[in-house]
């Protein structure tokens, strides 16, 4: 595998389940990032990892839970969501934390019924 | 309020002729842009970026231009190919005295989708 592989693609799940999604990189990168993509919305960050530890937290709700056991697996626990948290969840990474690039997985397509 | 925005959503070109995506942007704090394609069911991949300090950077067909006056930049492919039909998303990031910290954070624009007829 290279680049950067995120699991499950798709996602159905219940007010009252609880999942998590699941990125892996394969490019040695130091700095991990959780992004949302909502329906004619832009990307909007997250999370921040750097080093495994979480440096940015942009007032995410908390039944979002982000978790980087290591430098190349991040998740995002879920919980309680609601139906407006359908969206498309991208993680990326980057060399540093300092790096403009980043370069992204595919994405989960969540869907909350 | 959007501070990266991307006001056509959706933009028809022929194949061979030029492709112009546009971008505005509100915080003259940033000081670096970069250009995303994304196509269905992958992720953006980088395409092309821009620092400040300059007005133009070129990499074969693709060439971003930095307006920094008037907070505009824009990417011209040239010439079009039917490859190049994707969702092209904008994206511009500052340093350390915005976001009180050393990192580097990404505002992205809503996007542009590129269809590029044959």
């Known amino acids: 595998e290279t680049g950067v592989t995120q699991t499950p693609r798709h996602l159905v799940m219940g007010m009252t389940n609880k999942k998590s999604l699941k990125c892996e990189q394969h490019?040695?990168?130091?700095?991990m990032y959780w992004y949302k993509q909502s329906a004619k919305k832009p990307l909007e960050l997250m999370f921040v990892?750097?080093?495994?530890?979480?440096?940015e937290n942009n007032s995410v709700p908390s039944r979002f839970s982000p978790e980087c056991p290591n430098s190349s697996h991040l998740f995002l626990h879920l919980h309680t969501l609601q139906p407006e948290d359908s969206a498309l969840y991208l993680c990326a990474s980057s060399q540093t934390w300092g790096s403009y690039e980043q370069y992204f997985g595919p994405g989960t397509r969540l869907t909350v019924t | 309020d959007q501070q990266v925005k991307q006001n056509s959503p959706s933009l028809s070109v022929q194949e061979g002729r030029i492709s112009i995506l546009n971008c505005d942007y509100t915080n003259s704090m940033f000081d670096y842009f970069l250009w995303y394609k994304k196509y269905p069911a992958e992720g953006p991949t980088f395409l092309i970026s821009?620092?400040?300090?300059?007005d133009k950077n070129e990499d074969g067909r693709f060439t971003v231009f930095l307006n920094k006056s008037a907070k505009h930049l824009s990417l011209h492919i040239v010439p079009s190919q039917p490859g190049d039909s994707a969702v092209y998303f904008c994206a511009a990031s500052g340093t350390a005295g915005i976001y009180n910290n050393a990192g580097n954070m990404l505002t992205f624009g809503g996007g542009t989708r590129l269809m590029v007829k044959p």
């Open positions: 490019l040695g990168h130091n700095a």
């Open positions: 990892y750097s080093l495994e530890e979480r440096v």
């Open positions: 821009i620092s400040s300090i300059k």
